[in-house]
């Protein structure tokens, strides 16, 4: 029943490599986000969307991706996988009615490694 | 910019004493929301409170803060850690139309024993 759900969970890919990220989720929520996580530097906003097939960079889009081809689904991409974004991605979503006040909802992550 | 700051990266507590982790904030908007969320190993983060009222103490799981747009503070605070609390803490700030958060760098909270 979890409401953000990211798949895979954890890959390994090489470098240069194609990587593309999935997540799903079912709160209707029309905002969504990619996020990665690296120690001392907590979360960094990729790539954000507010709705289905639209994106919008966020902090750090540099290497990314993003496609928003539904409300429900937002997938990361990474077209030439470099050593520098191993780091775990987590998903979310928010619900726009509630502006600034919105709460966002975390999927469970993907731990991505690139060799 | 719009920023939030965690000055502190790592805090080590005893079981049973109280818990205290600095957030400020710094915005040219007004209207600031403030948030915590936590994460805790293995899990997902998580929204653990929120407010936007200022001088108003808010509350929940044991936690409370205030925010204090005077200062531009909205530190994080539970009279007795208990060693479930060990987890990563954020601070965030939302202002402005596009609804976007802003992190603080985030504290890991470690209780021992």
């Known amino acids: 029943e979890a409401a953000v759900t990211q798949s895979p969970r954890s890959k390994v890919a090489v470098t240069g490599g194609k990587v593309t990220l999935s997540c799903h989720q079912t709160n209707n929520h029309d905002y969504m986000y990619w996020y990665r996580q690296d120690t001392g530097h907590g979360l960094r906003l990729i790539h954000y969307?507010?709705?289905?097939?639209?994106?919008e960079k966020g902090d750090i889009p540099d290497g990314y991706k993003a496609s928003r081809p539904s409300q429900e689904n937002f997938s990361l991409i990474l077209e030439l996988a470099s050593l520098s974004q191993t780091a775990v991605y987590f998903c979310?979503?928010?619900?726009?009615?509630?502006?600034?006040?919105?709460?966002?909802?975390f999927g469970p992550g993907t731990r991505l490694t690139v060799l | 910019g719009d920023s939030v700051t965690q000055k502190e990266g790592l805090v080590t507590l005893t079981e049973g004493l109280p818990v205290m982790l600095n957030c400020t904030y710094q915005?040219?908007?007004?209207?600031?929301?403030l948030f915590w969320y936590v994460h805790y190993l293995n899990e997902s983060p998580r929204l653990l409170l929120k407010?936007?009222?200022d001088n108003k103490r808010t509350e929940h799981q044991g936690f409370h803060a205030t925010l204090h747009k005077s200062s531009s503070s909205f530190h994080l605070q539970k009279s007795s850690a208990q060693l479930s609390d060990s987890a990563l803490y954020y601070c965030a700030l939302s202002v402005g139309s596009n609804y976007q958060l802003i992190w603080g760098s985030g504290t890991k909270l470690i209780i021992k024993p």
């Open positions: 407010s936007s009222t």
């Open positions: 969307s507010y709705v289905a097939d639209s994106t």
């Open positions: 979310a979503s928010s619900d726009a009615g509630l502006a600034n006040y919105a709460e966002q909802f």
């Open positions: 915005t040219i908007y007004s209207n600031a929301f």
